[in-house]
């Protein structure tokens, strides 16, 4: 009986297919007959490169052609690696006046994303750069005629969520939000952008020399320090006239690694030797390195997130911190009464500081670490103050005559 | 609350204890650092805690908020495995070769250095220069 309602199956699946296949092939007649009217308007662009590898950023020759009297724009992307990028929208609305707090969040940002336009476009650029940090990636798109040109990180998947004072206290990112339509998604995702990339040289550049029949050339600069893999290319005229992606790929070597998380490739003996700089220092001034250690990795890889930076130097401490803590546990000379009480406060402030961490831009995250380091530096000097030193030496020596006492009693224990 | 450390009793405020640390809590696990150097004068200064009792203790008080924030973070997405991988025999590295060092310079002229440094880096991250 089995087997019948099975041959059954297998039967009616074969019809299905060997009858929906002529269809299938029907329906995509028709719709290429009904785009092929458009087609002869405005031929799409062509383009070819130069060479199909580069080893950590260079340089690629791009031509072509574009229907004549049309613009031009490159759109190039990291297909293989995508970012994670969030934003916290707690601007005033201008319309309604209200405050809306709440926080977008995609994982499908490119971890490389920038459109080249015609060269004559430069002063449009310069303009928005003399902003600051105030540019409007949106804004600058449509005055340079280049939001046909932006596909790719206008269908990623975002997340929504309304943040409340409550959620925030409680450490969660709020109730996650209906997803968008198409219109409003793209709007957001450019708003994702400019938080992923910051600056406008690192989104767009006037780099493509455009001749009046509409042939192009364009020497497009990849940066070092990107993702590896695969990059896309695509040459964009207007709305449906696109070429066909032309592919190359990115090459990383050792001692350079890609940090997946980071979205960006890092020669890592650097941050190695700065660790080991910073440390030795850590305990010389008896404090953690992380006071030094973040600011530094920010300052001195900008390319870092800063909710990278804090969320890997955290674990780093980690380690150095349970060693002291055994070592003193070992003589007894902790008091654990004392350590867990303040130390579940504690817990509960370091439930809620990393989601903060990600609500922040990077300059307020700068801002606020600036003043922390000044308070630090002011603790730090009040330790050199004369009357310091001579309460530190009393103290010291206290703390040396009662370590000598638990040493003893440890040993005699064993 | 009672504390008893080495036959010394001591009276500990433990609002002023916990409220702090747990703002201290925030902003360390916020910026990613350990918080010992705000720590420790909390504990001695607003709790006037003496120092042989202060150096294990905030220790551990501090491990509960690394601990935490670590796992959070991690949570979040913060943090990158191979970016740790560089930074973590680095710092151990740090923490062996620092003590022996510490036995030949002045702790004063350490700090003094230290003091002038974040100074420099606090102006940096406020834009000053």
């Known amino acids: 009986m089995k087997k019948i309602v099975f041959s059954l199956m297998v039967l009616s699946f074969i019809t299905l297919f060997t009858v929906s296949a002529p269809l299938n092939a029907l329906a995509e007649e028709t719709n290429a007959t009904g785009a092929a009217p458009a087609a002869t308007e405005a031929a799409a662009p062509t383009i070819t490169i130069d060479k199909t590898t580069l080893n950590n950023g260079g340089t690629i020759k791009v031509s072509g052609k574009a229907p004549a009297g049309m613009p031009i724009y490159l759109e190039v992307w990291a297909a293989d690696h995508t970012v994670k990028s969030n934003l916290f929208d707690s601007k005033k609305d201008k319309e309604t006046g209200k405050i809306p707090y709440i926080f977008y969040i995609t994982e499908e940002m490119p971890a490389y994303y920038k459109i080249f336009v015609p060269k004559e476009l430069q002063p449009k650029i310069d303009a928005a750069k003399k902003e600051g940090n105030k540019w409007s990636y949106s804004a600058l798109l449509k005055d340079l005629g280049a939001d046909v040109a932006y596909n790719v990180p206008a269908v990623a998947k975002i997340d929504r969520y309304q943040a409340t004072l409550m959620a925030s206290v409680i450490g969660s990112r709020g109730t996650l939000l209906d997803p968008m339509d198409a219109k409003e998604n793209k709007k957001r995702s450019m708003q994702l952008v400019k938080s992923r990339f910051r600056s406008v040289g690192n989104v767009v550049s006037a780099d493509v020399n455009l001749s009046a029949d509409g042939s192009y050339t364009a020497d497009i600069k990849i940066r070092d320090g990107l993702s590896p893999g695969n990059y896309k290319i695509v040459a964009v005229s207007g709305k449906d006239l696109k070429s066909e992606p032309a592919v190359f790929e990115n090459k990383i070597g050792f001692p350079t690694f890609y940090l997946s998380n980071a979205g960006t490739s890092m020669n890592l003996i650097y941050p190695f030797l700065l660790t080991l700089v910073v440390a030795i220092f850590g305990v010389l001034m008896g404090a953690g390195g992380g006071f030094i250690m973040n600011p530094l990795l920010i300052t001195l890889f900008p390319a870092l997130p800063h909710t990278i930076v804090a969320g890997t130097v955290t674990p780093t401490v980690l380690f150095s911190q349970g060693s002291g803590i055994f070592n003193y546990s070992k003589i007894n000379f902790i008091s654990w009464k004392l350590g867990a009480g303040i130390g579940c406060a504690m817990l509960l402030g370091g439930f809620i500081g990393p989601k903060l961490t990600e609500m922040i831009t990077l300059d307020q995250f700068k801002f606020a670490f600036g003043w922390i380091l000044i308070v630090l530096a002011a603790l730090m000097f009040w330790q050199t103050t004369p009357g310091y030193i001579a309460n530190n030496k009393k103290e010291q020596s206290i703390l040396n005559q009662f370590k000598k006492r638990a040493q003893e009693s440890a040993k005699a224990k064993s | ?129």
Not at chain 2, 7 to 21: K, P
Not at chain 2, 46 to 55: E, W
Not at chain 2, 108 to 116: E, G, I, N, T
């Open chain 2, 1 to 129: 609350m009672k504390v008893d450390f080495w036959g010394q009793e001591f009276q500990v405020n433990m609002w002023v204890g916990c409220i702090g640390g747990f703002l201290i809590a925030i902003m360390s696990s916020m910026f990613g650092f350990g918080g010992g150097p705000f720590m420790v004068p909390l504990m001695t200064v607003a709790l006037r805690l003496p120092m042989y009792i202060v150096v294990g203790s905030s220790l551990l008080a501090i491990f509960f908020n690394t601990t935490v924030s670590t796992m959070r973070h991690y949570q979040f997405g913060n943090f990158d495995l191979v970016f740790f991988l560089a930074m973590f025999p680095a710092a151990l590295l740090g923490g062996y070769i620092g003590p022996q060092i510490a036995k030949r310079v002045s702790p004063l002229v350490v700090k003094r250095v230290a003091c002038a440094g974040l100074l420099l880096l606090a102006l940096n991250l406020l834009g000053v220069y």
